[in-house]
């Protein structure tokens, strides 16, 4: 079945920088979008960006130009590389694909910006 794990999350200071991973199994990865999203505490879960098969990309407002999303076909992993990091980019990240009609997550993994 399809698996997704997301690592890289942790504590880091305003200005900072992250990396966050997420490896996929079960599923045709280099066919597949692939996607971050996140949640805060108490706010919905929003899209934060987005990579094609081809490797085009869209990213929310509140990230472009701090944060890139990339992918290694060859490890089948998607990466979401994030600096000039702020309070508000606290939260908890999830990578998604979607296969047909349905949507799988990973575990998610926590980023908080704080000094």
């Known amino acids: 079945q399809v698996q997704l794990v997301e690592s890289g999350g942790g504590l880091v200071q305003p200005g900072g920088s992250l990396r966050l991973s997420c490896a996929a199994s079960?599923?045709?990865?280099?066919?597949?979008?692939m996607a971050w999203y996140r949640q805060a505490p108490g706010k919905q879960r929003e899209l934060v960006a987005i990579i094609t098969p081809v490797s085009s990309t869209t990213y929310a407002e509140s990230v472009k130009g701090r944060f890139t999303i990339s992918r290694d076909n060859a490890k089948n992993t998607v990466y979401l590389q994030m600096n000039s990091l702020k309070p508000e980019d606290t939260a908890v990240y999830y990578c998604n694909t979607q296969i047909g009609d349905r949507g799988y997550w990973g575990q998610g993994t926590q980023v908080t910006v704080s000094s």
């Open positions: 079960g599923m045709i990865f280099r066919f597949s979008v």
